[in-house]
């Protein structure tokens, strides 16, 4: 129903900054919850933030509040999550999922749908 592709991933030095971009194509972006998601070799998926259909809701992380911003823009269906302030502890595959119900614990990776194949951020010290 529904195709992410994420990008915009690389390589920063601690305090940079990243904007990682999720393009959908299939059904509107609008239909979605959108939640990005980070995994680090040996560990698993670590929820990083969602936002909602219309973007009226938006949640993080702890780990990463005040450092990242999600955003979307339904017209060009696209989902982004800004990150500055990076650390070498943000170094992980990103990943950005699709929901598309209406309820849910969006803070879990079982709740979604669709799953784009991942972007490498690389953060070093």
């Not at 904007?19 to 070799?41: E, I, K, N």
């Not at 598309?100 to 969006?106: A, H, L, P, V």
Request: contains cysteine.
């Amino acid at each position: 129903q529904v195709q992410l592709v994420e990008s915009g991933g690389g390589l920063v030095q601690a305090g940079g900054s990243l904007r990682l971009s999720c393009a959908a194509s299939g059904r509107t972006l609008s239909s979605y919850v959108m939640g990005w998601f980070r995994q680090a070799p040996g560990k698993e998926r670590e929820f990083v933030s969602f936002i909602g259909r219309n973007g009226g809701t938006l949640y993080y992380a702890d780990s990463v509040k005040g450092r990242f911003t999600i955003s979307r823009d339904n017209a060009k269906n696209t989902v982004y999550l800004q990150m500055d302030s990076l650390k070498p502890g943000d170094t992980a595959i990103y990943y950005c999922a699709a929901d598309g119900g209406y309820s849910g614990t969006y803070q879990r990776a079982s709740v979604y749908d669709y799953w784009g194949q991942g972007t490498q951020v690389t953060v070093s010290s």
